[in-house]
């Protein structure tokens, strides 16, 4: 979409307050579901014109899912839902004074403004690793590390160098929470069980993996034993936990690390940290650690009419001093909680206060393994893995997609195979000519 | 893959001849699989790491179907294969006197080169249509497709301009074979049943199909019975058929065609003809109508150690005066045969000449709808379409993809939904920056 003066916005006019939603993922939906018929217009933007259930995002970069299997069309989440209209369209920025949201194919006025835009790749500055490792935050980074990763092991047959072919068979993956974790694992099981029928001509003991944390243990935020057991388990699968360690360099061969430990490798996966996908307009004494602050009732304090949900939302209560985690629990809640407070507005209602309701988070390492901490107790093994598999499949939007994922999860599981190692997007060296961020 | 020097082909020596296959289609396929473990050593080049299944092409285009149900990875093919090498490479050129094979990773001797390489999209040497118009040959080509009329349609809900609405939601398909008739009827299908689900603002009377065709008839392969019957189900659709007409000039914005008449669209789908997929280096005598003249044991004249198969080869014979068709059918029994005749050649057996065993032919026409000609006779309708269904879940390679295909076409049956219509590679309107021929 480069020439968008020929487009217009053109939403009806409507007697109704409008509520513009920015962002269609957990937080945007739950809240535009919320608001089915409850005499708002809504009108919601998001760039692609479909929602990614990022959770699983690790699977379709390991071959193990294709993008349907994860990602659902938004249009049809909103079927027959009066004065709704949504627009795959980018918003450029905000202007909180006139109330009006600009975007690539137009300005909008809105009564209410809900940013609800999630978060993006942190590289922390470094403009090495945002040029050359793979994030890990969308369907067409995933799509774009599946072809990259494998054919480098197409041309680790054709080598002449051992330093190389060792390079194209070395994983470094940044970030010890779950992405980092599941990725490392799902990592050593193409090693151990899919790659080597593949490539009969290679040898296994030269794909390395290692997985590099700055903090003192793996997925700071579960409960220590689970950050022990996750070690474990990756270690059975012969990754390499490198902990309090940092990478400081990476020039697309090798990977510097803060210990002298250099790596070579084509391949550094990027899941070292998150921040708000801020947009332009957002005062800037509103904003923490790249997100918006906001109070327990999801407004943006001081700006009227403006709101925030989700990972871009930062919101400290008594409940959560530090500000509320950036998962996906908080953000479903915090959509369905505001769709309710903006019908009790209407209803001249108290409005009510956001709680979180953590209801525990898992991480599965590879086949047969994960850890989960529920709010009373905490497991792993092969039980916390079917609980994995269970909450999983039930949180993924459309029965249809339930079904793909478990079939595709049933025969991935059986054969030891992965239907989808086809390399169909070309490797591009310089990442700026890959999809980055659209 | 750009700087391949680093690169090189490393295939050990063997004191079995050296057959070398050229593409892992159909015909490549069927080659190698018919001399495993018979006394050869058999290289195989593909630029892909996987083969299509190119009959559901059209599906992957239309949102019906994912890349993963219609192609599979080669290498998992060949597993256990002893003395075989499989290298994802391009194969630039061959020198038939020194008997070599170039590829951009080096160049290789060979006992015995069997080109089967396909066929290519033939634009007859119009720059415009080449430059402009959408081919369906490979995955990224109907993933663009795809992605490019979804796009399109979220831009019609924005668009200012009426003329710009109606060429963004028609639709041109040039070319009256199989390939231009299902991807016809799938439009037809996605006007009637998914689309308006999708755009409730948008009245779809101004989505436009039109299909093209050069010739008085459509499916001109078929009986003159399939291609009336076609006729008469894609006008249920609302497709709009011209006969006797070409497609003059296309400039990304409007189509022309022979009588005169000019139609707004930004998506013009080109299945007007296929060429033969040739390499440097074949002599030029040996060339007909772009394909390689073989003789009936698919040897290519003249040269020694040179075969053809499939739709790159040319066989004339008392049987196919006019040269064998460019079908899966052919393409499939001349590997077969091959193989054979390969082995009988070892044993000093007699070679066996090819007849071809024509199983008849099909196309689908959307929902419910199908022609078929069998050798004895011909039907359509409801009866038709079944058997297109299970022909073709019978043809895919591997019992994951069967699997996947069934349930997805069963899905999109009962719920009128197709679940793959996501917007994930970016719409580029520079047609030489997208993948094409990758």
Do not use: C
């Not at 500055?125 to 945002?130: E, P, V």
């Not at 369907?139 to 080598?159: G, K, T």
């Not at 107790?377 to 994995?388: C, E, K, P, Q, S």
């Amino acid at each position: 979409m480069e020439h968008l003066s020929h487009l217009q916005l053109d939403i009806p006019d409507s007697p109704l307050p409008r509520i513009i939603i920015v962002g269609g993922g957990f937080a945007g939906i739950q809240l535009a579901k919320g608001l089915k018929n409850k005499k708002y217009q809504v009108v919601m933007f998001d760039r692609n014109n479909y929602h990614t259930f990022q959770p699983l995002l690790y699977q379709v970069a390991t071959a193990g899912l294709e993008p349907d299997s994860i990602a659902g069309a938004l249009r049809p989440l909103f079927k027959k839902q009066s004065d709704f209209y949504f627009r795959m369209a980018r918003v450029t920025g905000i202007d909180v004074k006139e109330k009006t949201v600009k975007t690539l194919v137009g300005e909008i006025d809105y009564d209410y403004l809900v940013l609800a835009n999630g978060s993006k790749t942190n590289y922390f500055g470094n403009q090495n690793l945002m040029d050359k490792t793979f994030p890990l935050k969308q369907i067409p980074q995933a799509l774009d590390l599946r072809s990259h990763m494998l054919q480098n092991f197409e041309q680790s047959v054709m080598v002449k160098d051992e330093y190389e072919k060792d390079a194209l068979t070395n994983f470094v993956v940044v970030g010890g929470g779950p992405t980092g974790v599941e990725v490392s694992g799902a990592l050593g099981e193409l090693k151990k069980h899919v790659l080597p029928n593949d490539y009969p001509e290679l040898d296994f003991e030269i794909m390395k993996l290692h997985l590099v944390d700055a903090g003192p243990r793996l997925l700071a935020a579960m409960s220590e034993k689970s950050g022990e057991k996750a070690l474990k388990y990756l270690e059975k699968f012969d990754v390499d936990v490198k902990l309090n360690t940092l990478v400081q360099d990476y020039d697309g061969q090798k990977a510097t690390l803060s210990d002298g430990t250099v790596i070579p490798a084509r391949t550094v996966i990027w899941a070292a940290g998150v921040t708000g996908n801020l947009v332009e307009g957002i005062p800037e004494n509103l904003i923490e650690k790249g997100r918006v602050r906001v109070d327990e009732f999801n407004r943006v304090p001081e700006v009227d009419g403006l709101y925030a949900i989700g990972d871009v939302a930062i919101m400290k209560t008594e409940q959560l001093p530090n500000g509320d985690p950036m998962v996906a629990q908080v953000a479903l809640q915090q959509g369905k909680l505001l769709a309710k407070n903006f019908v009790n507005q209407l209803k001249s209602k108290a409005l009510v206060a956001f709680s979180y309701n953590d209801k525990g988070s898992l991480a599965t390492i590879g086949r047969n393994k994960a850890v989960a901490d529920l709010p009373k107790f905490h497991f792993g093994g092969l039980f916390a893995w079917f609980v994995w598999m269970f909450i999983h499949l039930i949180s993924i939007i459309g029965f249809r997609n339930r079904l793909v994922v478990f079939s595709n999860w049933v025969w991935n599981y059986l054969t030891y195979d992965r239907g989808t190692r086809l390399i169909i997007r070309t490797f591009v060296k310089d990442k700026k000519a890959r999809t980055k961020q659209t």
